[in-house]
C-alpha cells in the first residue's frame, strides 16, 4: 500500500521560509516523478512545483519561481519543498504527489496517481 506523508509545514512569518518533506513508501520512489500543490480555503487546488523521475527537469508555477525548489533524495525516498520569501498568499495545505511516468507537461491533480494527507502552511503578515 502506497503512503506518502508530509512534514514541515507551521506558521511562519511574512519574509520566512519552511522546507516540507513528502516521505513515501510502498511504491518505488525512483519510478515516479514528483509533485507538490496546494489548495486554499475555498480556491481549487494549484499546482506548485514538479521533478522527474531523473531529477534532470524541474518546472514551477509562475507565482513561487524563485522562491521555492523541488529537489529529491531518491535513497530516503523523499521529495522535498523549500519556501523561502514566504508570502501570505502562500498559506495554504500543501500536497505531495507521486506520478508514475514522465513529468514533463503533468501540472494538473489528475495527472498523479498518489497524494499525500497534505500539512498547513500559513504565513502571517
Known amino acids: 500500500q502506497v503512503h506518502l506523508v508530509e512534514s514541515g509545514g507551521g506558521l511562519v512569518q511574512a519574509g520566512g521560509s519552511l522546507r516540507l518533506s513528502c516521505e513515501a513508501s510502498g511504491l518505488t520512489f525512483n519510478n515516479y516523478a514528483w509533485g507538490w500543490f496546494r489548495q486554499a480555503p475555498g480556491k481549487e487546488r494549484e499546482f506548485v512545483a514538479r521533478?522527474?523521475?531523473?531529477?534532470?527537469?524541474?518546472y514551477y508555477a509562475d507565482s513561487i519561481k524563485g522562491r521555492f525548489t523541488i529537489s529529491r533524495d531518491n535513497a530516503k525516498n523523499t521529495v522535498y519543498l523549500q519556501m523561502n520569501s514566504l508570502k501570505p498568499e502562500d498559506t495554504a495545505v500543501y500536497y505531495c504527489a507521486a506520478r508514475r511516468g514522465p513529468a514533463y507537461g503533468r501540472s494538473r491533480p489528475y495527472d498523479y496517481d498518489y497524494w499525500g494527507q497534505g500539512t498547513q502552511v500559513t504565513v502571517s503578515s
Open positions: 521533478i522527474s523521475w531523473s531529477d534532470r527537469d524541474t
